[in-house]
């Protein structure tokens, strides 16, 4: 998950525009782009977001 950018914001906007433009869930992104769902998870997490299933976005 090196790739990913390190700024928080920067990591939910990409994320959340990820999964309302192509992924029915987090699940499905993560297994797509071949990240960790619990590391990526823990990263938005540490920043003070949370992943909504019901509404498919990080908040």
Do not use: H
Request: glycine share 2%; charged share 25%; with cysteine.
């Amino acid at each position: 998950m090196n790739e990913l950018p390190n700024d928080p914001a920067i990591l939910l906007s990409l994320v959340n525009t990820w999964l309302r433009d192509n992924y029915e869930s987090l699940e499905a992104l993560c297994t797509d782009k071949k990240f960790d769902a619990t590391e990526l998870t823990e990263r938005l997490a540490a920043a003070g977001f949370t992943y909504n299933p019901q509404q498919n976005r990080f908040w």
